[in-house]
């Protein structure tokens, strides 16, 4: 049984260049200035950092996008940008990536989000936030669904990713209610956000993507005394969804509404080099796994390798298939499917 797990998770991975999936969400620019640090500035009571480079990657939305490309899959995806050199970035990033295709609706009064860390070697020292939190306006929302409604037809599934920048407003969570309710047969993955849970509606998903602590503020309890199983469940209750809650190095805990069970999915531990990006790659894996036919369970464990090898790279980052074939042949990650099936 074990080998018919690890099995069936190597021919999901081989799947992956044939899958389509559409994507919608927070589009960011990530730009990382890494340099070292001389002096104290003399001018003021702060860092002096050397020759900092530049290195750009897509965020957000458009992180999930780049990962499902480089995992060989075909992606359609649409955001809001604005009219500047940072969406002219992100679309270079994005239409140079195979499988990937740009469907970005354009909004001159508004700017693309930028997110820019700075880092001494390897140690953030300082970010700077560029992006508006406004809703999108009502002509944009259109633009976003037209686009959504046009891409579907040839995909079964959706992911939503919500960085609360505005793309992901009530009238958006109407329309995902309406298109569940239409297309019985769509899987619409859903990574939310806290501060935005007030436009959340039951229906708007089938799978919900939260992390722990997203998941505790969404239910209201204490993270640190609340209990995985009592969460998962009462949030498959609240918005009649499946549940996959990351837990970090602990796995990810599943609650499949469609068996009422609740499952822990282990996963290898690894030393977090930066964890930023893990949660997109997390979810990029799982759409391409739901795509090529997998269950929940083994979209979770996929899930996890594939963020497993992520938090060990520097910055947003991306997972290959062949990464992640790779890391199935870790004697560890073995036994940790072997011990999981026999006792499942």
Known sequence: MANNLLERLQSL???FPNKSVVGLGDLILDQYR??????????????DLLNPDL???????ANVAWNIGH?????KITGVVGKDKEAESLRKLLSDQNGVEFLAVEDSSRPTTLKLRFYHVQYQVLRISQESRESIAPEISEQCKKEIAEAIKESRVLFVEDYGKGVVGENIVDFLVELLANNPDLEILFD???GNEAV??????TVLKPNWKEACHLVGVDYTKADPENVVRKLGESFATSVAMTMGPKGMFVFDRKTGKTTLVPTRAHEAFDIAGAGDTAIAVMSLSLAAGGSLIEAAHLANIASGIVIQK?????ATSEE??????????????RKFAEKN
């Open 192 to 194: 939310p956000k806290i």
């Open 324 to 337: 992640i074939s790779h890391e199935m042949t870790h004697d560890e990650t073995q036994e940790i499917l």
């Open 71 to 75: 995992m060989g899959g075909n992606v």
């Open 34 to 47: 890494r340099g070292d640090i001389i002096s104290i500035n003399p001018e003021a009571p702060t860092l």
């Open 200 to 205: 959340y509606k039951k229906g708007m998903c």
């Open 13 to 15: 991975v081989a799947a």
């Open 55 to 61: 290195k750009e990657t897509p965020g957000g939305a």
């Open 314 to 318: 520097f910055g947003t980052a991306y």
